[in-house]
């Protein structure tokens, strides 16, 4: 019995001893499992774990990028940046929001409506992100926010930078504006989602869009430390910004500014081209709109006059303005008619009051026409009859191929402006896909004369000016300052086109453009030149040019009879005004297009403001070649 005593305590001994080694060995294990633990997350994630406690710890608070400045070719600044002032608020810091709302409201005298914007705001942003509560506020209001700030716990009045565009609507179209950025701007652009912060505003049209990501500058970023409820209590760095790329231009503001007056605010456009570089020297859509609106926000209302101004303030009707050339498209029938040996300069053709073909009657804008015509006094006289015959003779297809060549039916400023559009240089395969109908005989001869399918803008027939009175050389249109010496440019001109050259020869005879300028001199030059009225004597500032009438009516024979003055006709009704020219005519250096929609005639309305300003482009020459000879401009 004893025995079995002793052998049973010998079980429990060895049970008991088996049991604590387990257990023992769990503790070491659960031990060693803590220790690795720690380890993990003290060592092989303490990089880790300190960044989340620096998250926590440590906040950033962004704000908007100093803009780049627009400057003109003489370094006038025509888009800055001024001093504004602002008051921001970051809810964290405030005690009692309502109440410091309803102090601001009264204060500011703010409206109800911008009471619940701040509260909208407030309510999706996070409470440590600065609330704008107003970033336009006048000097005496910003002054008496400050007087009683004490008053104002968490208030921040803020001098900012704001976008100002110092000539207002003079360079509206060609700049565009800057508004507040959209979820558009934000998921197409990424780096204005990156260096986005309430209240940046971004560029929505004109060169403001084109050359967003040079403009925009970079963030200047605050650090700050704060405490376990967020508050901030210590500013650990500041790391500045910097400013945006700033841009010069080729325009020269005193010809703008000039070009803006000479519209008067009627509907229509000016552009003035160097004709050897290429630049645009000056670039105005009438009427326009003042960009400084845009900076807060423009009001529905305001908007809504914009967008339903019957004289489309915001068309920028240079590039984008499509209409019927009228006669301004004959010094290219006349070329083209002669570059493929359909005509001689010779050939005479009898004008009378009108013509028949097939049936269809085809009038002069000259009642009983103008006697027999060769082609230099057909483009003096600007004499549709000879036209007809001339289309007639050359056909729309060969039409086509040189007005093409010479910038028609094609965007001119390449990669400056998302809103130019091509126009139309009709022709039998144009008209086959675009309609799906044959072309007629009908369609050749008033395409001759500016008429029927063919649209153009302002800035195509400047190019294709420009294009004839260089020689017939083919440019590069640019609004950013071409400082290749001319000398170098002319001399490439005069190669033969079969060498490489930058400015390849357009045509295949260069006494056919010869011609044709000289036809356009006398046109503006001599008696019975439909320009004539507007010639400058002073060789100085002589000019050539060509008018242009255009039709956006078809007239019918009573309509006709009748021969109503300008001012019977409904305004809409009216022709458009055209003039085409280049100078000064000895040594050729700009070409300018002006258009007056609903103007008239382009003898009466054009041609006169054609005159004026080539007075003003012609004295500021020399101030701009002491620019492109050697004088840098600081930016």
């Not at 659960?30 to 993990?40: A, E, H, K, P, T």
């Not at 400045?69 to 608020?89: P, Q, R, S």
């Not at 004709?275 to 859509?285: C, D, L, P, Q």
């Not at 004289?311 to 290219?332: A, D, Q, V």
Request: with cysteine.
């Amino acid at each position: 019995m004893l025995g079995d005593g002793i052998g049973s305590n010998i079980k429990k001994s060895k049970l008991i001893n088996r049991r604590m080694f387990i257990a023992s060995t769990a503790k070491a294990v659960v031990f060693i499992g803590i220790v690795s633990r720690l380890f993990y997350l003290q060592v092989e994630q303490n990089k880790k774990y300190l960044t989340l406690s620096d998250k926590n710890r440590i906040r950033e608070n962004k704000l908007p990028p100093v803009r780049g400045e627009f400057k003109d070719y003489f370094g006038k600044t025509i888009a800055g940046n001024l001093d504004v002032y602002e008051l921001h608020v970051i809810p964290e810091q405030v005690e009692d929001f309502r109440i410091l709302i309803t102090r601001v409201k009264q204060i500011l005298n703010l409206t109800d409506k911008q009471v619940d914007k701040i509260y909208k705001t407030k309510n999706k942003q996070k409470p440590w992100e600065t609330i704008i509560i107003s970033e336009n506020l006048s000097w005496d209001e910003f002054s008496k926010i400050n007087y009683y700030l004490y008053d104002l716990p968490g208030l921040k009045p803020v001098i900012s930078v704001g976008r100002n565009y110092p000539y207002n609507e003079s360079y509206s179209h060609v700049l565009g504006y800057v508004a507040y950025a959209s979820q558009k701007d934000l998921s197409s652009n990424e780096i204005i989602n990156d260096r986005h912060v309430p209240g940046l505003r971004v560029g929505k049209n004109g060169l403001e869009k084109t050359f967003e990501n040079e403009l925009i500058g970079t963030n200047t970023i605050q650090r700050f430390e704060v405490n376990a409820y967020g508050k901030r209590i210590n500013q650990l760095e500041v790391q500045d910004g910097n400013q945006g790329n700033s841009l010069r231009i080729s325009i020269d503001t005193e010809i703008q500014n000039y070009t803006y007056e000479l519209l008067n605010g009627e509907a229509g456009s000016i552009s003035v081209m160097d004709i050897y570089t290429g630049e645009i020297v000056a670039m105005n859509s009438s009427p326009s709109f003042n960009p400084n609106d845009f900076l807060y926000g423009i009001g529905s209302k305001e908007w809504k006059d914009l967008n339903q101004n019957p004289f489309k303030p915001l068309i920028n009707k240079t590039i984008s303005g499509l209409y019927s050339p009228g006669s301004t498209i004959k010094p290219i029938v006349a070329l083209s008619a002669l570059e493929h040996d359909v005509i001689k300069p010779g050939m005479t053709v009898r004008c009378t009051d009108s013509i028949d073909f097939y049936g269809q009657k085809f009038h002069c804008w000259k009642k009983k026409g103008h006697g027999y015509m060769n082609l230099k006094n057909a483009i003096k006289q600007s004499c549709d009859i000879y036209f007809y015959e001339t289309a007639r003779l050359l056909g729309v297809d060969r039409l086509n191929e040189t007005a093409r060549k010479f910038g028609l039916g094609d965007i001119v400023l390449k990669d400056f402006f998302d809103n130019e559009k091509k126009g139309v240089v009709p022709s039998t395969k144009w008209k086959k896909e675009a309609i799906g109908q044959n072309w007629y005989l009908g369609e050749t001869l008033i395409t001759g004369i500016g008429q029927g399918y063919i649209q153009t803008t302002p800035l195509q027939l400047t190019l294709m000016t420009a294009q004839l009175a260089n020689g017939g050389n083919k440019i590069n249109p640019t609004i950013i300052p071409n400082n290749e010496k001319i000398e170098n440019i002319m001399d490439q001109m005069k190669l033969n086109q079969d060498f490489a050259t930058d400015y390849p020869s357009l045509v295949r005879n260069k006494e056919n453009v010869k011609f044709v300028l000289d036809a356009m001199f006398r046109s503006t030059n001599e008696v019975l030149g439909t320009s004539y009225r507007s010639r400058i004597e002073d060789p100085k500032y002589q000019f050539a040019g060509k008018t242009g009438t255009a039709q956006v009516k078809r007239i019918t024979e009573e309509e006709r009879e009748l021969d109503r003055e300008l001012e019977q006709i409904p305004y809409k009704e009216r022709d458009h005004a055209w003039f085409i020219a280049f100078g000064p005519y000895k040594n050729p250096r700009y070409a300018l297009t002006v258009l007056v929609e609903h103007g008239g005639s382009g003898s009466s309305a054009a041609a006169p403001i054609a005159k004026k300003l080539f007075k003003k482009i012609i004295d500021r020459h020399e101030e701009r070649e002491k620019i492109r000879t050697g004088n840098t401009i600081s930016l």
